[in-house]
């Protein structure tokens, strides 16, 4: 098993709106993951290496057929992880942040920084590797497909996407939850002032 992720490594996670929030964090690597036709421009203020990947929040090849949508490959994923091992080489040396984007910062990028994780932590580390990214961005669910190609990729045998089935499954608990509260608050009956003229 790998070291832990060294003190010269950081990684972050954003949506798109949220890049410049990033100014003045000393950003080195920046991985924007976009849609067809809607690159993302390197930020004024980023002076380091801006890598660009393109593909949609479609989480099956038939997913992808079905809505016509362009999903991500797994030569998408192995850049990914390639341009990852470049950052934490360049960590030995000297301080490096990775800064990874996609539209709203939950699935896609946050597929990509586990890949990453992984990589790093080493083979046994799936479930602290996600423990790790949820750490970094909590609202993180991040894109089954991407995660399939990442664990083919970095022989995992299947364990990186066991540990997001449980991730999936506390969401859906935690949704389930939050709609029997919200059905119990509206059958509440109203128990406001009764008006007699």
């Not at 099956?60 to 362009?70: H, P």
């Not at 030569?75 to 990852?84: A, W, Y």
């Not at 990729?153 to 919200?182: S, V």
Request: hydrophobic letters at 40%; proline letters at 5%.
């Amino acid at each position: 098993m790998r070291d832990s992720q060294s003190p010269q490594f950081r990684l972050s996670v954003c949506g798109i709106d949220e890049i410049d929030k990033f100014a003045g964090n000393n950003v080195t690597h920046l991985i924007s993951i976009d849609d067809p036709g809607a690159p993302t421009e390197t930020p004024e203020w980023f002076r380091g290496i801006h890598w660009h990947l393109v593909f949609q929040d479609v989480e099956t090849v038939k997913q992808a057929k079905q809505f016509r949508a362009l999903g991500p490959t797994i030569h998408d994923v192995k850049q990914i992880i390639e341009f990852g091992e470049t950052c934490l080489t360049a960590s030995k040396t000297k301080r490096v942040h990775l800064l990874i984007h996609c539209m709203a910062g939950v699935s896609r990028s946050t597929a990509a920084a586990f890949a990453i994780l992984c990589m790093i932590h080493g083979k046994g580390s799936e479930p602290e590797s996600l423990e790790h990214l949820l750490a970094i961005r909590p609202d993180a669910l991040p894109n089954r497909l991407v995660v399939k190609y990442a664990d083919q990729l970095l022989g995992r045998d299947g364990k990186m996407l066991e540990a997001l089935r449980h991730l999936r499954e506390r969401w859906t608990k935690r949704w389930i939850n939050w709609a029997q509260a919200m059905k119990k608050q509206t059958e509440r009956p109203n128990k406001g002032i009764e008006h007699t003229r």
